[in-house]
């Protein structure tokens, strides 16, 4: 059984900051490509941003490129995504998920997901 828990969202300004946390409950935490979705009313949902299990390769959205950063600490099997800049349209339920596909970057590729957690940027 694989656990995914997200932490950290919240209602921010539009301008403002959010460090979103995953707590991941893995046998082998560095053998996943860990990524962020997120999923805002009436939309797919998306990926935001991945980082590999192979030489910490990242991905990101050109939504979010430049503002957002994902990191890993594979001692504490947590996942993170500072989110700074924040914007109205980033407002969405933002999701952690894991895969064992090098290079995942489509929703049917992870086969993990944590509950979600809600972001707000307001105007």
């Known amino acids: 059984q694989v656990q995914l828990v997200e932490s950290g969202g919240g209602l921010v300004q539009a301008g403002g900051s959010l460090r979103l946390s995953c707590a991941a409950s893995?046998?082998?935490?560095?053998?996943?490509?860990m990524a962020w979705f997120r999923q805002a009313p009436g939309k797919e949902r998306e990926v935001v941003t991945t980082v590999s299990w192979i030489g910490g390769t990242t991905y990101y959205a050109d939504s979010v490129k430049g503002r957002f950063t994902i990191s890993r600490d594979n001692a504490k099997n947590t996942l993170y995504l500072q989110m700074n800049s924040l914007k109205p349209e980033d407002t969405a339920v933002y999701y952690c998920?894991?895969?064992?596909?090098?290079?995942?970057?489509?929703?049917?590729?992870?086969?993990?997901w944590g509950q979600g957690t809600q972001v707000t940027v307001s105007s």
């Open positions: 998920a894991a895969s064992r596909i090098v290079a995942p970057f489509n929703v049917y590729e992870y086969n993990y």
């Open positions: 893995v046998r082998t935490f560095s053998s996943y490509t």
